[in-house]
């Protein structure tokens, strides 16, 4: 099958399966004794990372950030784990390039097929965990550039966009967040596993590696959430301030305008008895009562300092 690739070596095989569906699921079956929840976590999407322990593998589940770049979202990257004593079988969809990466290069590379699979399937499982938590970095860092811009651009433009950028990079901390955010109690329990398959020289300190990784990991998206938020307040005070300047002067010309308007509508009314209808001068003379009017109010604003 052309989704399913493996990489022999004497005591050891890796089995990586691309976008899992029913053919492959029934490979699997076929294959391997695993329990049937297993079959059915791999055939659907998790919520949340786990471990689960069977009588001759252990399986997990680990989800990991994928940076869409034409939405510039953040998307939830699964990746199914089925660890024994002489396999290791990984379960994913096409977005993961790391690890297709990773696996091209065993396949293709002698030496360093010799140095992630001569150790057993725990050292080869800490390498592709390692390979995963790693690729976090640069979208981190990516994330905290598009932090800086929006921080640069806050003070000189605050629009719909400005407003869109930063819900976007909240969103993107949050789902970010969410992944990690679990994946401590399954890295914890690594290191506590007995079985001679997950068992390497060294294989505490390095399943605790993995364990600093994601609390390193942690940190940052900790720093970046209260940036973001901070962004996010100071964009609507400043938003909000904008909008007050704004109806405030709307207000203010009105006001000034209303005096007028009302000396225009009083002499404008066709009735007996209005002063200066027929005197020659009586236009000039309502212009400057109007323009007075509006004079007087604009001196009463000045003296108030309204404006």
Known sequence: MANIQTIHTKNLRWIDIINPDFDELEWLRQNFRFHELHFKAVAEHQLRPHIDQAQNYDFLVLLFPVYD???????????????????????HYGQMYTLKNLFSRIKEDAEIRNVYMQRGPGF?????????????????????????????????????????????????????????????????????????????PQSKVYYKDLWDYSQDIWDI???????????????????????????????????????????????????EGVPFRDNPYGFWIVAGLMILASIILVAIFKIKKWF
Request: cysteine-free; aromatic content about 10%; proline content about 2%.
């Open 69 to 91: 770049k034409k939405t510039q979202e953040i998307v939830t990257g699964e990746v199914d784990f089925f660890v024994g004593h002489n396999f290791l079988i990984t379960a």
């Open 124 to 200: 080869l499982l800490y390498k592709v965990l390692e390979s995963l938590f790693r690729r976090s970095y640069p979208i981190l860092d990516h994330m905290s550039q598009d932090v800086q811009k929006i921080e640069s651009k806050l003070f000189r433009q605050t629009n719909v966009d400005m407003l869109y950028k930063t819900a976007l990079m909240r969103k993107n901390v949050i789902e970010f967040r969410k992944m990690m955010k679990t994946h401590h109690s399954v890295l914890e329990k690594l290191p506590k596993r007995k079985k001679d398959y997950l068992i390497f």
């Open 221 to 271: 998206l900790e720093a970046l959430k209260e940036t973001v938020e901070t962004l996010e307040q100071t964009n609507q005070a400043l938003a909000t301030y904008r909008l007050n300047q704004i109806t405030k002067v709307i207000s203010i010309f009105s006001a000034i305008v209303i005096p007028a308007t009302l000396v225009a509508f009083l002499f404008g009314v066709s009735v």
